[in-house]
């Protein structure tokens, strides 16, 4: 194999860089060209590429975002899109593709696999959504950026002795909510895998108050419902007073931690050595810190389970 591409699809995810940086570095190591395409499958419909060498992805390891910019594309889920796609890697020499993204991109990675173009997917995420890997990247950026605006609230919630609601992102997956939420000490922690129980958020609070305690901290994700529906719920039924927040895009952007850089490098690594042996349609995972490969459409059937003993125990250390 003589050239690959790369590109990052979907929403971008803090360590998307390190896994560009990754895929390049390797490759050359191996001799290999890399066409990075811009804007994901928009671009590569638009035939808008561009080399990467060892030189073009310096100093981009610490960068949040992606360099190589993202976008949706609606003609790529057509038949006629795909097949300008197609023949536009083959116009440009390309032999394999890295897709780095979310279940739509690696959906979309599926689609030229069975056209005949080796492609190899590095699950690149936030919402931490895709089964067959333990962790994708971006995610535990993402956990920690709610975290410190979950640290910095509690000061100002402990100060004029409020209730703080605090809406992270997740219309799917409770993941973040979950992990941050108990990090953070959260009193309860609300996601969509599970039904919201007021009585239950409303005892908590109550609780709280009587065992002198003077602010509490909700996280929910906002696949569970509104923080503000959670805010007027509260104040129908207690005389306790509440505050929103909403992380919102907040927690896409910023550098990347270093589980997120090394875990990234590690993917992309690993995607340039599978295309240059001649495996295609495969995903790479991280299972028990070792990383695997997995078939992508296996992996797309499949929907990711919040940990139910991680979900149990947010309960029993928020008492």
Request: charged share 25%; proline share 2%.
């Given at each position: 194999m003589r050239t690959i591409g790369i590109l990052t699809s979907g929403g971008d995810a803090p360590g998307m860089n390190a896994a560009i940086r990754s895929v390049v570095r390797t490759a050359a190591s191996l001799n290999i060209e890399v066409v990075g395409i811009t804007r994901g499958y928009a671009g590569l419909i638009q035939g808008d590429f561009r080399r990467l060498n060892t030189s073009s992805v310096?100093?981009?390891?610490?960068?949040?975002?992606?360099?190589l910019l993202t976008a949706r594309?609606?003609?790529?889920?057509?038949?006629?899109?795909?097949?300008?796609?197609?023949?536009?890697?083959?116009r440009e020499g390309i032999e394999g593709l890295v897709v780095v993204g979310g279940d739509g991109s690696l959906s979309g990675a599926v689609h030229l696999a069975k056209k005949g173009m080796p492609v190899i997917g590095i699950p690149g995420t936030i919402d931490n959504d895709?089964?067959?890997?333990?962790?994708?990247?971006?995610?535990?950026?993402?956990?920690?950026?709610?975290?410190?605006?979950?640290?910095?609230?509690?000061?100002?919630?402990?100060?004029?002795?409020?209730?703080?609601?605090?809406?992270v992102?997740?219309?799917?997956s409770g993941q973040i909510a979950l992990a941050s939420g108990i990090a953070g000490g959260a009193e309860?922690?609300?996601?969509?895998?599970?039904?919201?129980?007021y009585d239950?958020?409303?005892?908590?609070?109550?609780?709280?108050?009587?065992?002198?305690?003077?602010?509490?901290?909700?996280?929910?994700?906002?696949g569970a419902g509104s923080a503000m529906d959670v805010n007027k719920e509260i104040s129908k039924r207690t005389k306790l007073e509440s505050r929103v927040t909403i992380l919102g895009h907040i927690q896409r952007g910023g550098p990347p931690t270093a589980f997120d850089v090394i875990l990234a490098s590690r993917m992309g690594a690993m995607a340039v050595k599978l295309l240059a042996s001649g495996v295609t349609n495969r995903m790479v995972g991280l299972?028990?810190?070792k990383l695997v490969d997995l078939e992508i459409e296996s992996v797309l059937k499949e929907k990711k389970q919040i940990n139910p003993d991680l979900y149990r125990l947010a309960d029993v250390l928020a008492l």
């Open positions: 310096s100093d981009i390891i610490h960068r949040g975002g992606t360099i594309s609606e003609e790529f889920r057509t038949k006629a899109g795909r097949a300008i796609a197609l023949e536009n890697l083959y895709i089964a067959g890997t333990d962790y994708t990247i971006g995610f535990d950026t993402a956990v920690n950026t709610a975290l410190n605006a979950i640290s910095s609230i509690r000061d100002t919630a402990t100060s004029h002795e409020r209730i703080f609601i605090i809406e992102m997740g219309r799917h309860s922690i609300l996601v969509p895998e599970y039904p919201v129980d239950r958020v409303v005892e908590r609070l109550e609780n709280a108050r009587r065992l002198g305690k003077l602010h509490s901290i909700i996280v929910i994700a906002e299972v028990d810190n």
